[in-house]
């Protein structure tokens, strides 16, 4: 897990500009730092290395083989058995690190090689014979890869505060995408391509990117999709919970690999207890394997009664933390400034928390169970998609549902407020300082523009039933996407790996082929894991129902000094000012919270997280002073 940085330009490029790079995403590797520099200077790459596969000075990066140069950020799971198939065709290898297979694998193959890959990864490879820069991005966008392009320069970075530190890049946004990544937090700020910044772009998940040096011109394709197999829609269900749950074995064994300590987080939830268990059956050493819980007590979200059925389950050593408010408000400015972007609420925090206490406790990289949910159908509103794409009488099912999840299926009132026009509720809610939808909060500009620009569904999610449509879409183009970024963001800021085994293109692949009632059939989340972790997990874990978030108590520490910050922004001259926000509404749901209505705390932290994220981040980068990135500028 690394930090890569790159400048491409038709002139010599000022090794400096690198250098600052490589400086900014320091978190990112503080065991090294690489610069290489092409004989023109046209090219420079940087590195920051964290060292988990071959520690040793020979898995320094950007690494020169032969006339290819690469630098590279993630890890490639299967690296022994690449090598093994790259040696016998003939190739040898300097060191024992993933970064020397990941860079033969592309001389022996060329772009074919990112279908050899299980791994997270965003790389960038030099080729100077054919004067080609290679990047590409892992199948799920695990790692991210960041770029900003003119017509005399290509500019490459894991992280957005890398490439806007630099000479003639703005640090202009999109205040639209601002809004409606507060108004629905899995749609976002980035869409394929573009981000929020009006400067930068991205490449998008499971696609490759071919720049030609001598002039900039960028081809873009995408070599990944989720496409189902026949073959496994006709397995008998218990076959196909056999084959899932060897998959998930397999996905986590290889993702164990690693020359520096190896743990998990653990919520209690089905997932990450999934991973625990299996984790502790595999490893290797008599070292106790190590948990990492984020407890909130005396809050109703606190999973710490299920945690622990694990822990004594299996032995595991424990470490917890304790998330409060003062921590965040000491921390916030840092924690704002590694995220980069606005989070969707205070359990972002909670996470940066666990990584930072697995820091403390020589625990560099950890498994997570993000994905899960995505993939395997975890989250209870699914359950309508789930209805429609059955094609025999769901009465009963139905019926079983409404028992199970009383809030999983739409009502008749829920289905006639959503048909009122926006512009009605809009009004209404105006009037009577009424309602808990954001888009109540924004000028009338802001609001319409929320309820246009909803990214519509992928044409590619045509081919699933409706089920398999909506995972897909939430997988790889709007909530997963968002999860995985504040996961990358978190575990760096204190140099952390985070792995994820859910996220291994076979599993996608299979679950993708099953039918939809093997995945949450007879009211069911996640059934295909439920039923292939029987006896694996404690009956208790493996049959429950309901899912819990992982949040802090939001609306304590509301409670106890957040509302003071939040009434400081909806009072402050500039709040008003800014065109975007109803001041009179605000205001309203201040008072309504301060008088019980303890669920708009989520609704309060819109305007707080805008606010820090101006503060602390936007704020921060233009006070930086720009760096050029060609020689003999000042």
């Given amino acids: 897990m690394c930090g890569i940085a790159g400048i491409v330009a038709k002139q010599p490029v000022d090794l400096r500009a690198v250098e600052r790079m490589n400086m900014l995403q320091e978190h990112r590797g503080p065991d090294d730092s690489g610069v290489w520099s092409s004989k023109n200077k046209n090219v420079i790459l940087g590195h920051r290395r964290l060292s988990i596969i071959d520690t040793s000075s020979s898995g320094h990066q950007p690494m020169v083989r032969g006339s290819h140069v690469i630098t590279y950020n993630g890890e490639i799971y299967n690296y022994l058995e690449i090598t093994k198939k790259l040696k016998a065709l003939g190739n040898s290898f300097d060191s024992a690190s993933d970064t020397e297979v990941l860079l033969r694998a592309y001389q022996q193959w060329g772009e074919q090689a990112l279908d050899e890959l299980n791994g997270m990864f965003a790389f960038a490879i030099y080729d100077d014979k054919h004067q080609q820069i290679f990047c590409a991005r ?53 869409d394929e391509m573009q981000t929020c910044f009006k400067d930068i772009k991205q490449i998008p998940p499971g696609h490759y990117l071919k720049l030609d040096v001598k002039t900039l011109q960028i081809k873009i394709k995408r070599y990944w999709d989720i496409v189902p197999d026949n073959q496994f829609s ?145 989250y209870e509103q699914y359950f309508e998609k789930y209805l429609a794409s059955q094609t025999s009488s769901v009465i009963l099912e139905r019926k079983k549902i409404n028992e199970r999840y009383p809030l999983a299926l739409l009502n008749k009132r829920q289905y006639a407020k959503q048909c009122l026009p926006h512009w009605i509720r809009h009004l209404l809610a105006g009037l009577a300082g009424m309602g808990s939808d954001f888009s109540f909060g924004l000028m009338p500009k802001y609001a319409t523009f929320l309820h246009r620009t909803i990214p519509t569904p992928p044409e590619s999610a045509a081919r699933f039933h409706p089920l398999a449509a909506t995972l897909y879409r939430e997988m790889l183009y709007t909530h997963l996407p968002v999860l995985l970024r504040y996961g990358d963001r978190n575990s760096m800021a204190h140099s952390r790996e985070v792995r994820l085994p859910f996220c291994d293109h076979r599993l996608a692949e299979f679950t993708f082929s099953l039918p939809p009632n093997y995945l949450m059939g007879g009211a069911q989340t996640k059934r295909l894991l439920r039923g292939a972790m029987s006896g694996v997990l404690p009956e208790e874990i493996r049959t429950r129902w309901n899912k819990q978030g992982f949040l802090p108590p939001q609306a304590q520490w509301f409670q106890q000094n957040l509302t003071a910050y939040v009434s400081d922004v909806i009072n402050h001259p500039n709040f008003e000012k800014s065109g975007i926000w109803r001041k009179n509404w605000w205001l309203a749901v201040l008072k309504r919270f301060n008088d019980g209505e303890l669920h708009l705390a989520s609704m309060l932290w819109r305007p707080l997280i805008e606010d820090a994220w101006k503060k602390y981040f936007l704020a921060r980068i233009n006070s930086l002073d720009k760096t050029p990135i060609f020689k003999g500028k000042n």
């Avoid at 770029?147 to 205040?175: C, P, Q």
């Avoid at 909130?296 to 595991?316: C, L, M, R």
């Fill in 234 to 378: 006709k397995m008998r269900e218990p076959d196909a919970q056999v084959y899932f749950r060897e998959l998930l074995t397999d996905s986590i064994k290889i993702r164990m690999r690693s020359d520096v300590p190896i743990g998990s987080c653990l919520s209690g939830g089905l997932d990450s207890s999934s991973i625990v268990c299996l984790a502790n059956q595999l490893k290797s050493t008599s070292r106790p394997y190590e948990v990492f819980t984020g407890r909130f007590p005396n809050s109703q979200n606190d999973e710490w009664k299920w945690a622990k059925k694990i822990i004594e389950s299996t032995s595991v050593v424990s470490h917890t933390t304790k998330t409060n408010v003062d921590d965040f408000n000491n921390n916030l400015s840092d924690f704002i400034w590694h995220n980069e972007l606005p989070v969707a609420s205070t359990s972002q925090f909670a996470q940066w928390d666990i990584f930072r206490l697995a820091k403390q406790k020589g625990i560099t990289v950890l498994l997570d169970g993000q994905g899960g949910d995505e993939l395997l159908g975890g």
């Fill in 138 to 190: 892992d199948r799920f966008g695990e790692k991210p890869l960041l770029f900003h392009r003119t017509n005399d320069s290509f500019i490459f970075a894991s992280e957005y505060k890398a490439i806007l530190a630099l000479e003639g890049v703005s640090s202009k946004y999109d205040e639209n995408r601002i809004m409606r990544f507060l108004y629905h937090p899995t749609q976002g700020l980035d």
